[in-house]
């Protein structure tokens, strides 16, 4: 049995337990997605030339994307069902165990077409379970949180991408310290095996968790949905779409940031383990930026903040590019800085702003499908078509536009969001109300 604990002992165990799992889920997701663009074209995809083989096992990154709704709509079910803790305890053994058997595949020289079929399997199982972590995690530290630092503590947590990151290029700087031939012999295999260690640890974290005290009195009143996830799809379909595609310039950001820069490194000429730096760097700044705009949230307004990080990712693309062109350090860092001072502004609010939008009953589906449909939407093939966009045209031009094209319809959708108030009737009432009746609450509810 968990120990009696206080308020405050449950919320440092809820924000500490979430800000783990966020973690290791991203660095797993990363992992994955830096290895895809350097080496498994070469592992699993050999019998294409350089270019296809790069986009085919880019496609296999972005399979995941497909799976985190399938992900989102099932575990958001029995998040909202079952509870908060139970929901988070499975996703993080499914995604570790995928990624381990990732790191013990063998490759297309040994078992042939089997290989990448088998690849793109796990990578999908892995996308499920992150379309349930990265939700929930962000739930359990709100819900355990007092209003007025709920920001501030989901912020903490969603710095678990940024020390995903860091733990991921990290990892990766010292793999690709080995000479090349043994990186694709066997050194690429070592990250996703350590992943086995830091699974072990958050478990246990995770398993000491009580449930969260608003899922406790969602319970007690009676209030738990039989198909919460079809609720929201039925009832809240407007906002649902209008939350999914806010969050498209924040998957745009980071994962071209993060995965797609290192391919753009190697056509300027500039070094993998000085890109690996830069982007060291950047998550630093993300964790120290991202709670600083969680309070900001908390003092002043969430939509306001979500809505400048938004305006800043639309331009900072034309400052990135030109400053990676420079190829000089400094001016390669201020560009970093440029593209995720607007990311940092916009996440660091998003834990928070997200669940909000929808009842308490409804919160774990309603927050992870809009989240991952918009990872879908936004973050599945963004490598993918930079890539192609870089191949074509020779030009990063086509690419900035393309990030701009989705900071846009993010800006226009994201008018249309707001919270509700934490204890208004709305909250607690919506999830049983006519679907006529819930659109029109959703729609009075989004204008601002």
Same mark, same amino acid.
């Given at each position: 049995?968990?120990?009696?604990?206080?308020?405050?002992?449950?919320?440092?165990?809820?924000?500490?337990?979430?800000?783990?799992?966020?973690?290791?889920?991203?660095?797993?997701?990363?992992?994955?997605?830096?290895?895809?663009?350097?080496?498994?074209?070469?592992?699993?995809?050999?019998?294409?030339?350089?270019?296809?083989?790069?986009?085919?096992?880019?496609?296999?990154?972005?399979?995941?994307?497909?799976?985190?709704?399938?992900?989102?709509?099932?575990?958001?079910?029995?998040?909202? #069902?079952?509870?908060?803790?139970?929901?988070?305890?499975?996703?993080?053994?499914?995604?570790?165990?995928?990624?381990?058997?990732?790191?013990?595949?063998?490759?297309?020289?040994?078992?042939?077409?089997?290989?990448?079929?088998?690849?793109?399997?796990?990578?999908?199982?892995?996308?499920?379970?992150?379309?349930?972590?990265?939700?929930?995690?962000?739930?359990?530290?709100?819900?355990?949180?007092?209003?007025?630092? #709920?920001?501030?503590?989901?912020?903490?947590?969603?710095?678990?991408?940024?020390?995903?990151?860091?733990?991921?290029?990290?990892?990766?700087?010292?793999?690709?310290?080995?000479?090349?031939?043994?990186?694709?012999?066997?050194?690429?295999?070592?990250?996703?095996?350590?992943?086995?260690?830091?699974?072990?640890?958050?478990?246990?974290?995770?398993?000491?968790?009580?449930?969260?005290?608003?899922?406790? #009195?969602?319970?007690?009143?009676?209030?738990?949905?039989?198909?919460?996830?079809?609720?929201?799809?039925? #009832?809240?379909?407007?906002?649902?779409?209008?939350?999914?595609?806010?969050?498209?310039?924040?998957?745009?950001?980071?994962?071209?940031?993060?995965?797609?820069?290192?391919?753009?490194?190697?056509?300027?000429? @500039?070094?993998?383990?000085?890109?690996?730096?830069?982007?060291?760097?950047?998550?630093?700044?993300?964790?120290?930026?991202?709670?600083?705009?969680?309070?900001?949230?908390?003092?002043?307004?969430?939509?306001? @903040?979500?809505?400048?990080?938004?305006?800043?990712?639309?331009?900072?693309?034309?400052?990135?590019?030109?400053?990676?062109?420079?190829?000089?350090?400094?001016?390669?860092?201020?560009?970093?800085?440029?593209?995720?001072?607007?990311?940092?502004?916009?996440?660091? @609010?998003?834990?928070?702003?997200?669940?909000?939008?929808?009842?308490?009953?409804?919160?774990?589906?309603?927050?992870?499908?809009?989240?991952?449909?918009?990872?879908?939407?936004?973050?599945?093939?963004?490598?993918?078509?930079?890539?192609?966009?870089?191949?074509?045209?020779?030009?990063?031009?086509?690419?900035?536009?393309?990030?701009?094209?989705?900071?846009?319809?993010?800006?226009?959708?994201?008018?249309?969001?707001?919270?509700?108030?934490?204890?208004?009737? @709305?909250?607690?009432?919506?999830?049983?109300?006519?679907?006529?009746?819930?659109?029109?609450?959703?729609?009075?509810?989004?204008?601002?």
């Amino acid at each position: 049995m968990n120990p009696v604990l206080t308020p405050e002992g449950q919320r440092r165990r809820a924000v500490l337990s979430s800000l783990i799992g966020n973690s290791i889920e991203f660095y797993e997701f990363l992992i994955y997605g830096s290895f895809s663009s350097l080496y498994f074209g070469k592992l699993f995809f050999p019998s294409f030339s350089p270019t296809a083989a790069t986009l085919l096992s880019l496609s296999t990154f972005a399979v995941a994307f497909v799976g985190r709704p399938l992900g989102a709509f099932v575990f958001g079910h029995f998040g909202d #069902r079952l509870g908060r803790k139970t929901t988070l305890v499975t996703t993080l053994t499914a995604m570790g165990g995928a990624t381990v058997l990732i790191g013990l595949l063998p490759t297309y020289r040994t078992i042939g077409v089997a290989a990448p079929i088998l690849l793109t399997a796990l990578r999908f199982v892995q996308g499920c379970s992150l379309g349930g972590e990265s939700s929930g995690g962000f739930l359990m530290a709100l819900e355990s949180a007092p209003p007025n630092r #709920r920001g501030f503590l989901t912020a903490v947590v969603g710095t678990g991408n940024a020390w995903g990151l860091l733990l991921a290029n990290g990892v990766l700087l010292l793999v690709t310290m080995l000479p090349d031939r043994q990186v694709l012999a066997w050194g690429w295999r070592l990250p996703f095996l350590f992943s086995a260690v830091l699974v072990a640890f958050a478990l246990r974290v995770r398993l000491r968790l009580a449930e969260t005290p608003e899922f406790e #009195r969602v319970k007690s009143e009676g209030a738990v949905r039989s198909m919460p996830a079809f609720d929201v799809v039925s #009832r809240h379909g407007l906002l649902t779409l209008c939350a999914s595609l806010s969050a498209l310039p924040m998957f745009l950001v980071f994962y071209l940031g993060s995965v797609f820069s290192l391919r753009y490194a190697s056509t300027i000429h @500039v070094s993998r383990s000085e890109m690996l730096t830069l982007l060291a760097g950047s998550c630093v700044f993300l964790i120290l930026a991202m709670p600083f705009f969680g309070r900001l949230g908390d003092r002043r307004s969430r939509k306001a @903040v979500f809505v400048g990080g938004i305006v800043v990712m639309t331009a900072a693309p034309f400052a990135w590019f030109p400053l990676l062109d420079t190829r000089s350090f400094p001016l390669m860092a201020l560009g970093f800085l440029a593209l995720f001072a607007g990311f940092a502004a916009n996440y660091g @609010v998003q834990g928070a702003f997200y669940p909000q939008l929808f009842p308490t009953a409804l919160r774990y589906s309603g927050m992870s499908i809009s989240y991952n449909v918009g990872g879908l939407l936004g973050g599945a093939v963004s490598p993918l078509v930079a890539t192609s966009l870089l191949s074509k045209y020779h030009s990063w031009t086509p690419i900035a536009l393309y990030m701009a094209a989705a900071g846009v319809i993010g800006l226009a959708a994201s008018l249309f969001l707001r919270e509700r108030s934490a204890d208004s009737p @709305v909250q607690h009432a919506a999830a049983g109300l006519p679907a006529a009746a819930a659109a029109s609450a959703d729609v009075a509810a989004a204008r601002s």
